[in-house]
Every structure is written in C-alpha cells, then in structure tokens.
C-alpha cells in the first residue's frame, strides 16, 4: 500500500521523540531513511566517551547527517582532563561538517581558556547561520567570548551559567571587540557568583537584548547588572529575575531608565520569602509600558517549608511566620497600575502559587488600592 508522502512524513513527525522506532523505520525504504535521518541527528550531544564513535561510524561528506544538525552540544569533562590530557581537545577540524548549527552549547569546557587563537578555523562557519550559544560550566577568560561573538555575528540569544576562569589568566577585560550594535533576542545569566568579570565584559558589548534572565545574584555583582541593564535601557521588553537554590537572591538594581519595559516576572524559593518590600526592581519602574507583574513562589526543597500545617487565606501568609506586607506592595503596584491605566492599558498581576487550601484565596482586600487603580489579579494555583 502507497501512503501520501504527507502522511508518512506527519507519521515520522510524531516518532521525533521515539529514536528507536526512527532507526527502525530508516531501514524501510531511501525514502523513509531520509526522513528519519532529519529527526535522528536533528540534535548531536558529543562527549569525550562518544565522540570516537560518532566519527567513526557517520559519514562526514558534505551534505551528510552532520548538516542536518541544528542543535550541537559539545561537553568536555574537566575531570577527565586532569587524568587524560588527551580529553582537552577534540578534534575540532572535523566541526566544519556541521553546516546547519542553529544553537550550539559548550558543556564543562574547560579546556576553552587555550583555545583563544585557534578559535576561528574551527567556529568561523557558524557565523552565518548560528542564533544561539550557551556556555555552562565553561572556564574561559571575556577574550575568548569576545573572539566567540566576533565570529558568530547572527546569534541573538546567549545564556552564560556557572562560569569560572582560570588563576593563571589575568584579571583584567580586554578592550571590546569590533561587534556591530545591534538588536539582539535574550540573554540568560546564571550563578556567576565565580564570573564576574565576564558579567563586567558583557555590559561592555554593543549589544542591546530585548529579554534578560538573571537567576541568582551576590551583592558584589549589583553594579555589573545595573550597568547591563542600563546598557539595554532602550531595548529591554522582558525582564526575569530568579532566586538561585545556591542561596543566590534577586539582584536590587534600578529599572528607571528601562522604558520600554512590558513585562517584569520574578521568582522566589518559597512563599515565606516574598521581600518585606517590593525593592528597587518595581518601585523604580518608570516603563508606561508595563503591563504584566508575574510573581511565582516554587518549592525549595527545604523541609521546614514543605511541612508547615497550611496557610492562612485571609492573610496569605503562613502560620506561625511573619504576615506578609501586602501594604508596601500595594502601594507600589497600585503607582505602576497608575502609570498604567494613564497610558491607555491596564497592568495585571499574576500570581503564581501552590494550593493548599480547598479553594484558591482572595486578595480584593490585601491589594485594594491596585485593584481601584484598574489592576488585574491573575491568580494560579498548581
């Protein structure tokens, strides 16, 4: 029987998640083999442990799987390093093949602090079709990320996490590179508790992101955030602020200059620790254009708030602990309201939170003078 090639590509479509019913179905016909191929290696994950059989056994012509790759991620164990050196280095000339690479992502790379000058042979292809890098766990000095973004100029979004630099390299950002300004998607900053001085050479870069993420802050690094935040004033649209469950808080940095700011979401590790004030993030936010406050209050895993007997709905607070201050931040929030309603829209305030009771609580009377201002309170229980 001869299926509609629509049919069978809608069918292997919904096997992209399913690898072994894929190789399974790549032996069908050349036909069907194409198309699986288009899910199998649409995403490669290289390792120390896999790469040798991964070059070994996939053919590396042009036009071959590696250009149907769109997401590459590469990790390099540094640990393994210290036993072998040989695990430093892959054999980045065979990098090239990867014609397509939408998102590539560098996992514990160490070894990337010594490859400053031999970056561009290896990565230089990417520039034209490469939109997003992540960097986790990597120690590499701000000259090896500024060679990085020189050769990738069409990547809009960057996410940096957990990075580290070497006591060998010195302590000091190089002079920015020569990187057209530029209108860029979203940049994801997490726990550089250990890397501020890349979070210093990246509010250096001409680039101007349109959504930031911040997931944990330390006091020392209040004036690397403001200076980026400050530095995409004319551009920031959507800004995230978490608490790290590494004891990392929301950084108190000034929004005042952000106009163009819409939306403004914040997490917290729990109900408990709602801030005794709204902070510097909301009452400096001057943005007519605000129109969404998102707060959400996940589990942190901490035994002494998962067994608290329950919550008080009239209060939203948790028994036994201070009551919330619901006063402070009705005061702020019914100003943003304002700001809000005098341009012409209406600023909802969206609650995140997990349901304790049997019925989802009620906050007309905790926020009333939000709620005169013309506020929305969007309430959502898990």
């Not at 069978?8 to 894929?22: K, Y």
């Not at 790759?69 to 390099?76: D, I, N, P, W």
């Not at 040989?86 to 397509?100: A, C, R």
């Not at 940049?187 to 210093?200: C, E, F, H, P, V």
């Amino acid at each position: 029987m001869n299926l509609p090639p629509e049919l069978i590509d809608q069918i292997l479509d919904d096997l992209s998640d399913d690898l072994e019913s894929l190789r399974a179905a790549a032996l069908v016909s050349k036909a069907w083999a194409s198309w699986c191929q288009a899910h199998l290696f649409k995403s490669v994950h290289l390792t120390p442990h896999t790469l040798n059989g991964w070059f070994k056994n996939v053919p590396h012509e042009v036009g071959g799987p590696a250009s149907l790759t769109r997401t590459l991620t590469l990790e390099e164990s540094y640990f393994m390093s210290w036993i072998n050196p040989q695990f430093m280095y892959f054999p980045l000339s065979n990098l090239t093949t990867f014609s397509d690479v939408r998102s590539l992502s560098f996992i514990k790379w160490d070894a990337i602090l010594f490859r400053g000058a031999s970056l561009k042979p290896y990565f230089g292809h990417f520039g034209t079709t490469l939109r997003a890098v992540s960097l986790r766990s990597c120690g590499f000095h701000p000259a090896i990320l500024f060679d990085l973004l020189s050769l990738l100029p069409n990547v809009d979004d960057l996410e940096i996490e957990r990075p580290h630099t070497h006591s060998k390299v010195p302590d000091t950002i190089p002079d920015a590179p020569k990187i057209t300004p530029s209108f860029r998607g979203t940049l994801s900053l997490a726990d550089l508790s250990a890397g501020t001085l890349i979070l210093k050479a990246i509010a250096t870069l001409p680039l101007h992101f349109s959504t930031i993420k911040i997931n944990g802050c330390l006091l020392y690094e209040l004036g690397a955030y403001q200076m980026l935040l400050t530095s995409c004033r004319d551009t920031l649209v959507t800004l995230h602020l978490e608490e790290s469950n590494r004891g990392l808080t929301l950084p108190d940095v000034s929004l005042a200059s952000c106009n163009e700011l819409e939306e403004v979401h914040a997490l917290f590790l729990g109900f408990m620790k709602l801030p005794r004030s709204p902070g510097t993030p909301f009452s400096s936010i001057t943005s007519r254009k605000l129109r969404k406050i998102s707060l959400t209050f996940a589990e942190d895993g901490n035994p002494h708030y998962q067994n608290e007997p329950g919550w008080d709905e009239s209060e939203w607070s948790v028994w036994g602990a201070r009551p919330i201050p619901w006063g402070s931040w009705d005061t702020v929030l019914s100003h943003l309201a304002h700001q809000a309603r005098g341009a012409g829209g209406r600023l909802t305030l969206q609650l995140n939170v997990r349901r304790v009771g049997p019925k989802p609580p009620k906050l007309d009377h905790l926020l009333p003078r939000f709620l005169g201002d013309g506020g929305l309170v969007d309430i959502n229980c898990n």
